[in-house]
């Protein structure tokens, strides 16, 4: 047994480093490894496993959520071999986080219900490995009530997860905490200064992290607040930073978001024809994918 254990937490150097690479949202790069990495072969299911999870990370990343769920599916079937632990549990989670942007609601719940039963009953070997999965499935809890317009359930849930990261997270999952509260304020309660605020911690996360969707992510909230407020020119300078970086990701989703929200910003400022073709734009790349949504 203790052979075992020994063996499911050694991790290949190529996964540490395309991890990293993902993290860092390197994405051509991490793939290019990833593919390496399994065209040797000759590795454990955990290797395997956690291969296949990373590339449901860079499936995240992309905004490519049917395939991630398609993966996420299989990949966690695979980890069923290796008994019940706690990459079960991350593809779980990652397979809720792609079902709530696909507006799968009910799957979301139950899939998330699954990863948190699994969590409860693995050994605390490690507290804050649980209590990193504890966070995530904090946010995921309240980016579902941000779905279902509960704007205090959300932000309740928000915090939990940013009061657990703060203590046991990275630098990223702080990040991505701060940024769903900035979403709470902007959307729901109107208070731009404190969505700014926690937007701000965000920036100054991500530079450290070099993730380049979060700071993709900071340009399109922070473009909609300058939008909200009337400042036409700040707001489409940020909005085009955020598309820069969503185009260099290929997530489709998010430009197709972003060129939405510039359709508008060029209609206010009397643009017809720009704001015709970022509107044209936007439905295009939506066609390509169903249940799209911000």
């Known amino acids: 047994m203790s052979k075992q254990k020994a063996q499911v937490r050694e991790k290949p ?75 079960s549990v991350d593809i779980l989670l990652i397979m809720a986080n792609a079902l709530i942007w696909l507006n799968q609601n009910d799957k979301f719940r139950d899939i998330l219900r699954q990863g948190e039963e699994l969590l409860e009953v693995l050994p605390q070997e490690l ?77 100054d996360l991500l530079k450290e992290t070099g ?19 009337g400042e036409i020119d700040l707001s489409i300078k940020l909005f085009e930073q955020g598309l820069a970086i969503y185009n260099d990701l290929n997530n489709k989703r998010m430009v197709a978001s972003i060129l939405n929200h510039l359709g508008e910003v060029y209609r206010h400022r009397g643009e017809l024809d720009r704001a015709l073709e970022c509107l044209e734009q936007a439905l295009a790349l939506r066609y390509e994918s169903v249940h799209l949504k911000e």
């Open 127 to 203: 507290l804050a490995d649980y209590k990193q999965r504890e966070a995530y499935i904090a946010w995921l809890k309240g980016r579902l009530y941000v779905d279902l317009k509960d704007a205090d359930l959300a932000l309740k849930h928000f915090e939990h997860s940013l009061a657990l990261r703060e203590e046991y997270g990275t630098k990223l999952d702080l990040a991505i905490s701060h940024g769903a509260i900035s979403r709470i304020f902007v959307f729901f309660k109107a208070d731009y200064n404190l969505a700014l605020k926690h937007l701000e911690r965000a920036r």
């Open 13 to 87: 150097e190529e996964l540490i480093h395309a991890k990293q690479l993902i993290d860092e949202c390197k994405l051509d790069d991490a793939r290019r490894l990833l593919r390496n990495f399994e065209e040797k072969g000759g590795y454990t299911l955990y290797d395997i496993v956690l291969c296949h999870f990373l590339k449901c990370k860079l499936l995240l990343w992309q905004g490519l959520y049917e395939d991630l769920v398609k993966l996420a599916e299989q990949t966690y079937k695979e980890s069923l071999g290796l008994g019940k632990n706690l990459l």
């Open 211 to 229: 993730n380049k969707w979060g700071i993709g992510n900071y340009f399109y909230f922070m473009g909609i607040i300058h939008k909200v407020k």
